[in-house]
């Protein structure tokens, strides 16, 4: 889903700006989402992923790993191929701003992404 999103929109897109969201989607999310049916994700695995990225001390790209998962999701529901986005639901995960700098995520309850 989300390399036919990409296929769909890189002719709109510079060049630098396709590099950077294939390789964040490939680097972070393709290794523990890409394998999953897309209509299956839900926000703590979308949640999972970014505490991975945080865990690493890289913010600014949870952040757009949060808005690159919420694009293909989105075009998944779009295109029928998902229910809905659970990257903008009451449970997703959302970057806090505050001192900790954490992700946070409240009142979770537990087709293919990559393709």
């Not at 890289?58 to 949060?66: P, Y």
Request: glycine share 6%; aromatic share 6%.
């Amino acid at each position: 889903m989300a390399r036919e999103r990409y296929a769909k929109h890189k002719p709109n897109w510079a060049a630098s700006r396709a590099d950077k969201i294939i390789l964040r989607l490939e680097k972070d999310v393709f290794p523990w989402l890409g394998s999953k049916p897309i209509a299956e994700i839900t926000a703590l695995d979308v949640l999972t992923c970014l505490r991975r990225i945080e865990g690493r001390g890289a913010l600014d790209t949870a952040h757009r790993v949060h808005q690159n998962c919420g694009q293909v999701l989105r075009y998944a529901v779009a295109t029928g191929r998902a229910m809905r986005d659970p990257s903008l639901s009451r449970e997703a995960p959302r970057l806090c701003r505050g001192p900790s700098r954490s992700l946070t995520c409240t009142g979770v309850r537990p087709r293919n992404f990559q393709s």
